[in-house]
């Protein structure tokens, strides 16, 4: 009879515990999956950010490349000639040819007059909000995008500009604009798998509606949205925020997210309703709560890699130059950092070499700018492949490149740039006259700040040039 009674308590004690257990069970699934939830709208929201980020640098590097063939001479209205007027705006509509969506493009003198372009030229465009942000640029800041506008042709566009250097770094002598069709934001979010019920949109910092993966119709209306107005006007990069749909009646966990430099917001939602089912599953099936432990421990450990990988992917994206594949200028200025800490502590000596690829500019010219990718990439190669296991090789801008050498004194570092220099010289690049690159070196001195061994490597590099170009300067 006791053994009896014992037994019934050890198992309602056990049931009791299981019922425990899964209660704590359940209630810790909902909260890992609302961040989970969180955290996968997060990486999305981020990604289409990149996208259309990624997008816009590259027609700003086009325009950049314009400013820099074009002497600001030419930016005059009338033109005095006809001819290499007309040479001119050919070259422009070849370029704005390059940028898919472009729909027009031109160069104007510092009254905002159009002196070359593929619409109408002597148009005056000093009252248009583009031409005057673009005045107001400093040294620092060469390019602007103005907020979206509806084209005379119904289209939503933005304009994106670059302004010509001028001697007096405060004198405004003109800029290229290029007017892009913001029409490929619903391409591009068409194009990505999502839950049917998820919501994805591209807002102006006015709250036009510029793309919805859904609502095609309301294009260009204004969302009101009090919670999205705050905060556009705060200090604050992105929000996630729970809310009733503008679309539909159901509630959803939102991600807004402003792009740096761009006039953009991305909103991305789940919906609550959806999300809940799978919860409301592992309610039905308390009854079997070991195995609800069991199938939500797995999944626990499959999204926790899930996420792991995610974040590593996206740290990778972050300091990764997206063509050569090499470091980017963030993290080569990082690594220099550290190699400046452990000098400082240890006193390990270090070293910097610059490169810049001799003639790049006729390379794109003649080849165009597929080709000069190519080069940029097998250049790339080349100087991993010679580099040692402790150097870091990285892209520092445009055709230029760095390699960082730690635990090196003047005649390594000197070695290593003679070896990368021939193996450039020596590779057979099959793109007519062999290309070349000279180099600039420098290495750490006393009391240096980082600025100062870049400084003297660029000199050195300088030298490299005005010495004829592939060559090897030390300073």
């Known amino acids: 009879?006791?053994?009896?009674?014992?037994?019934?308590?050890?198992?309602?004690?056990?049931?009791?515990?299981?019922?425990?257990?899964?209660?704590?069970?359940?209630?810790?699934?909902?909260?890992?999956?609302?961040?989970?939830?969180?955290?996968?709208?997060?990486?999305?929201?981020?990604?289409?950010?990149?996208?259309?980020?990624?997008?816009?640098?590259?027609?700003?590097?086009?325009?950049?490349?314009?400013?820099?063939?074009?002497?600001?001479?030419?930016?005059?209205?009338?033109?005095?000639?006809?001819?290499?007027h007309e040479v001119r705006t050919k070259y422009l509509i070849e370029r704005k040819n390059i940028i898919k969506n472009a729909v027009l493009i031109g160069l104007f003198d510092k009254n905002c007059i159009a002196t070359h372009t593929n619409s109408i030229v002597g148009f005056d465009l000093s009252n248009r909000e583009f031409?005057?942000?673009?005045?107001?640029?400093?040294?620092?800041?060469?390019?602007?995008?103005?907020?979206?506008?509806?084209?005379?042709?119904?289209?939503?566009?933005?304009?994106?500009?670059?302004?010509?250097?001028?001697?007096?770094?405060n004198e405004f002598i003109g800029f290229v604009a290029v007017a892009i069709n913001l029409y490929f934001f619903n391409k591009w979010l068409n194009k990505i798998n999502t839950n049917t019920s998820s919501i994805i949109y591209i807002l102006d910092s006015q709250l036009h509606l510029l793309a919805n993966k859904s609502e095609q119709n309301l294009i260009y209306s204004k969302i009101e949205d009090h919670i999205l107005k705050k905060f556009i006007e705060s200090e604050k990069s992105s929000l996630i925020y729970r809310k009733k749909s503008p679309f539909n009646d159901?509630?959803?966990?939102?991600?807004?997210?402003?792009?740096?430099?761009?006039?953009?917001?991305?909103?991305?939602?789940?919906?609550?309703?959806?999300?809940?089912?799978?919860?409301y599953r592992y309610l039905f099936f308390v009854v079997v709560i070991l195995i609800i432990i069991s199938i939500l421990g797995y999944n626990l450990i499959k999204n926790y890699k899930q996420i792991i990988i995610q974040k590593q992917q996206l740290e990778e994206i972050s300091i990764t130059d997206n063509l050569t594949k090499l470091y980017n200028r963030n993290k080569l200025d990082e690594v220099l950092e550290t190699n400046l800490k452990i000098l400082n502590r240890f006193h390990h000596p270090f070293g910097i070499i610059l490169i810049d690829v001799?003639?790049?500019?006729?390379v794109n010219d003649i080849y165009g700018h597929q080709m000069g990718d190519k080069v940029l990439i097998k250049i790339?190669?080349?100087?991993?492949?010679?580099?040692?296991?402790?150097?870091?090789?990285?892209?520092?801008?445009?055709?230029?490149?760095?390699?960082?050498?730690?635990?090196?004194?003047?005649?390594?570092?000197?070695?290593?740039?003679e070896t990368l220099r021939e193996q450039i010289a020596s590779f057979p690049f099959n793109i007519g006259k062999q290309k070349t690159a000279s180099f600039g070196v420098a290495t750490y001195k006393k009391d240096e700040k980082i600025d100062d061994i870049i400084k003297r490597a660029d000199d050195a590099l300088y030298n490299a040039k005005e010495k004829g170009r592939n060559r090897v300067e030390y300073l």
């Open 380 to 417: 790339a190669n080349i100087l991993k492949s010679n580099s040692r296991d402790t150097d870091t090789v990285g892209r520092w801008g445009g055709e230029e490149f760095m390699v960082i050498c730690s635990e090196t004194n003047k005649d390594g570092i000197l070695t290593l740039a």
């Open 250 to 279: 159901d509630i959803y966990i939102f991600n807004a997210l402003k792009i740096d430099g761009l006039p953009f917001i991305i909103v991305f939602g789940e919906s609550i309703h959806e999300w809940l089912k799978e919860w």
């Open 1 to 84: 009879m006791n053994n009896s009674s014992g037994n019934k308590n050890i198992v309602i004690s056990l049931i009791i515990l299981l019922a425990i257990l899964a209660f704590f069970t359940i209630y810790n699934s909902y909260i890992e999956k609302e961040e989970k939830l969180k955290q996968q709208i997060t990486n999305n929201t981020y990604l289409i950010s990149q996208w259309i980020k990624g997008s816009f640098e590259s027609s700003n590097y086009l325009l950049e490349s314009i400013v820099n063939d074009v002497s600001p001479s030419e930016l005059v209205y009338p033109t005095l000639d006809i001819k290499q």
């Open 131 to 169: 031409c005057q942000e673009t005045k107001k640029l400093d040294s620092q800041h060469k390019s602007y995008i103005s907020n979206s506008y509806i084209a005379n042709t119904s289209q939503i566009n933005v304009t994106q500009t670059y302004k010509f250097k001028a001697d007096n770094a």
């Open 358 to 362: 001799d003639y790049f500019k006729k």
